[in-house]
């Protein structure tokens, strides 16, 4: 079956950086554009950013840009999100989604002093 294992949250100060990761495994995932999605407390889903099958196309969030970098491992199954320069406002669990909608368990990030 589908599986999306996210990992690398966690509690960080402003201006800090964290990379999360997302381990695939039961469909093809080379194959597949990934999306990067996030919702904060009270909040609805949000997408952070998405990345075609080769990662030759990323497209992300205004509130982003300039700070979060998405990449993908094909060969290890794992899509990636680099987050630098941290703000409190990105606090959220973060989720790995396929384009069907699928999403893993989640990640809590929380940025604070």
């Known amino acids: 079956q589908v599986q999306l294992v996210e990992s690398g949250g966690g509690l960080v100060q402003p201006g800090g950086s964290l990379r999360l990761s997302c381990v695939v495994s039961?469909?093809?995932?080379?194959?597949?554009?990934m999306n990067w999605v996030r919702q904060a407390p009270g909040k609805g889903l949000e997408r952070v950013s998405r990345?075609?099958?080769?990662?030759?196309?990323?497209t992300y969030a205004d509130s982003v840009k300039g700070r979060f970098t998405t990449s993908r491992d094909n060969a290890k199954n794992t899509l990636y999100l680099q987050m630098n320069d941290l703000k409190p406002e990105d606090t959220a669990v973060y989720y790995c989604?396929?384009?069907?909608?699928?999403r893993g368990q989640g990640t809590q990030v929380t940025v604070s002093s």
């Open positions: 990345i075609s099958n080769t990662g030759g196309t990323i």
């Open positions: 039961g469909f093809i995932f080379e194959a597949s554009p």
């Open positions: 989604q396929t384009n069907g909608g699928t």
